[in-house]
């Protein structure tokens, strides 16, 4: 039996043909390697340090050498009524970010689109990203000023006849402050992604749906929000790693102990008890609890969107 002549282009390797593309890609790899660098030094070396929830933490002994305690910090938080005032202030504050926050950037993007003055759009995008490049401790320092009993917004109650409040200071009030300088300093740069997934829309998209007489409501809820569909669910996936990441920043440079009760979660909990009382094991724990939360939230969300949307709409 004749032997089949198999072509040189057919018989390279697989290793060979890992080595070119790594050669033609080089730059695009390198330019990986700051980026990696960080997630390894600041994201995965510290999670050596989730060992302090399981031991009776002393910094004299340091990590390795303190004694083992097992669950028992975990069963500490577990019984502390404050955590669980702590984790109900967390999720309802995460769930009104979600409420009224991911909607506004997917609705920023719909409405800008609409505009057919490029200039303009642009310089209202500008606009709109700023915040987002202010800390929050600047932030927080103009957002105190114009909530004060001095400040614009009292200044405007009182003209209408109102009576002048502290709303930084005030339980009922607190929250709505918390959700609305949420969406100010973050709305502009979450519509990034949804502009740019717009743009890959096709056009003729559009320009059919021109020809069947449809108006620009239609084509936004018709054509441009089921064409970001996909881009929502996934964000929205990613938004529930952080369901319990209520803005520590932001909290922490607003809130004071009149609106602890409303107000302190468990990032600025974790922060009184592990850098203030020194409590470490304990803290750990906590935050540990709070990361296998987050990373159930992850799985389950990403499983109901592929079960309901299919692969095209999940992570994995």
Do not use: C
Request: aromatic residues 16%; without cysteine.
């Amino acid at each position: 039996m004749e032997k089949a002549i198999v072509p040189v282009s057919e018989s390279l390797s697989m290793t060979a043909i890992r080595r070119r593309r790594r050669n033609e890609h080089r730059t695009l790899l390198l330019m990986l390697v700051p980026g990696l660098a960080y997630f390894f030094i600041f994201h995965y070396m510290p999670i050596y340090g989730v060992l302090i929830a399981f031991k009776d933490f002393k910094i004299t002994q340091g990590i390795m050498g303190s004694d083992w305690a097992g669950f028992k910090y975990f069963a500490q938080a577990f019984e502390d009524e404050r955590f669980y005032a702590v984790l109900g202030n967390t999720v309802l504050i995460s769930f009104y970010k979600l409420l009224f926050g991911f909607p506004a950037p997917i609705l920023f993007a719909l409405l800008l689109n609409e505009v057919t003055r490029s200039r303009f759009k642009k310089v209202v995008q500008t606009v709109s990203y700023l915040p987002y490049f202010v800390s929050w401790v600047v932030l927080g320092g103009i957002i105190i000023n114009f909530f004060s009993l001095d400040g614009p917004m009292n200044w405007l109650l009182q003209i209408m006849g109102f009576e002048p409040v502290l709303m930084l200071g005030d339980d009922r009030y607190f929250r709505s402050v918390l959700i609305i300088t949420d969406i100010f300093q973050s709305f502009g740069w979450g519509s990034i992604i949804y502009f740019a997934a717009i743009s890959g829309i096709d056009p003729q998209l559009y320009e059919a749906s021109v020809m069947d007489g449809s108006n620009r409501l239609q084509r936004a809820v018709y054509i441009t929000l089921p064409m970001l569909l996909p881009v929502i669910i996934i964000m929205l996936i990613l938004k529930m790693a952080h369901i319990l990441d209520a803005g520590f920043d932001q909290i922490f440079n607003l809130y004071n102990p009149s609106v602890y009760n409303v107000a302190d979660i468990i990032d600025t909990y974790v922060y009184r008890k592990g850098l203030t009382e020194m409590q470490y094991s304990y803290s750990t724990a906590i935050g540990l609890f709070k990361s296998a939360v987050a990373l159930i939230l992850v799985f389950s969300t990403n499983y109901i969107a592929r079960v309901l949307g299919g692969k095209d709409h999940t992570l994995w």
